[in-house]
């Protein structure tokens, strides 16, 4: 169930979730999972800047301190930022503790308020105590860039018929994703421009301070 956009019930479900943007302003939310990554992340943000359009860089806490200069170099050319976990769990096989820990751990690097489950997977009592501290960044539009059996003019072609002001879109700043995200970014840059579409950086609410403390041991 990707290169659509989420079944209608879903939201209804989990309202306390941001899931998509809104249409009026013509503006559109490109978000790009699981970098840094020292080739890819640096290429998407050349042609991010070549068209002059921002996203939002939903980053493993590993990667950041593995390559922190990439990471300073999402910041510093107007995108956003958010936590997507020390390691890349799923919310649901860890036990509250390390799920609470590793996003804990993330945010002490990327202090942005707003924060991805990796997968989509997040226990209700997990989103409670995190959506109590941070935005929680869900999307409408799964591009399927993560699918290594599809071709980037398949997810390019499912992807554009979605694509849309107001839309959450989530790509990969991955080794894995990269033989479709690099051609799909491209596609879909190309329409935003012929449609006069630009995609923001999301809002970030930044840290709270206090975290520390408040959740269970
Ligand atoms: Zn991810």
């Given at each position: 169930?990707?290169?659509?956009?989420?079944?209608?019930?879903?939201?209804?479900?989990?309202?306390?979730?941001?899931?998509?943007?809104?249409?009026?302003?013509?503006?559109?939310h490109?978000?790009?999972?699981?970098?840094?990554?020292?080739?890819w992340?640096?290429r998407?943000?050349d042609?991010?800047?070549?068209?002059?359009?921002?996203?939002?860089?939903?980053?493993?806490?590993?990667?950041?301190?593995?390559?922190?200069?990439?990471?300073?170099?999402?910041?510093?050319?107007?995108?956003?930022?958010?936590?997507?976990?020390?390691?890349?769990?799923?919310?649901?096989?860890?036990?509250?503790?390390?799920?609470?820990?590793?996003?804990?751990?993330?945010?002490?690097?990327?202090q942005?308020?707003?924060?991805?489950?990796?997968?989509?997977?997040?226990?209700?009592?997990?989103?409670?105590?995190?959506?109590a501290?941070?935005?929680?960044?869900?999307?409408d539009?799964?591009?399927?860039?993560?699918?290594?059996?599809?071709s980037?003019?398949?997810?390019?072609?499912?992807?554009?018929?979605?694509?849309?002001?107001?839309?959450?879109?989530?790509?990969?700043?991955?080794?894995k994703?990269?033989?479709?995200?690099?051609?799909?970014?491209?596609?879909?840059?190309?329409?935003?421009?012929?449609?006069?579409?630009?995609s923001?950086?999301?809002?970030?609410?930044?840290?709270?301070?206090?975290?520390?403390?408040?959740?269970?041991?």
């Amino acid at each position: 169930m990707y290169a659509t956009r989420i079944p209608k019930t879903v939201p209804v479900l989990f309202p306390e979730f941001l899931w998509t943007g809104s249409p009026e302003d013509r503006a559109l939310h490109l978000t790009f999972d699981d970098g840094p990554h020292p080739e890819w992340t640096p290429r998407i943000l050349d042609m991010l800047a070549e068209a002059e359009q921002k996203a939002t860089f939903f980053c493993v806490g590993e990667n950041i301190e593995r390559h922190p200069a990439v990471f300073d170099r999402i910041r510093a050319e107007g995108h956003s930022w958010g936590n997507h976990t020390m390691r890349h769990e799923s919310g649901w096989n860890i036990s509250q503790y390390a799920y609470l820990k590793s996003f804990l751990d993330c945010e002490a690097l990327t202090q942005s308020g707003l924060f991805r489950p990796p997968y989509g997977r997040i226990k209700r009592s997990q989103a409670r105590s995190i959506g109590a501290r941070s935005k929680i960044v869900m999307w409408d539009l799964l591009t399927g860039d993560f699918d290594t059996r599809r071709s980037p003019e398949q997810c390019l072609k499912a992807t554009l018929r979605h694509l849309q002001p107001g839309a959450i879109a989530v790509m990969h700043d991955s080794q894995k994703a990269s033989g479709r995200t690099m051609g799909l970014l491209q596609g879909v840059l190309q329409q935003m421009q012929s449609q006069g579409w630009r995609s923001e950086a999301l809002a970030m609410p930044g840290a709270k301070a206090g975290i520390e403390g408040e959740f269970p041991h």
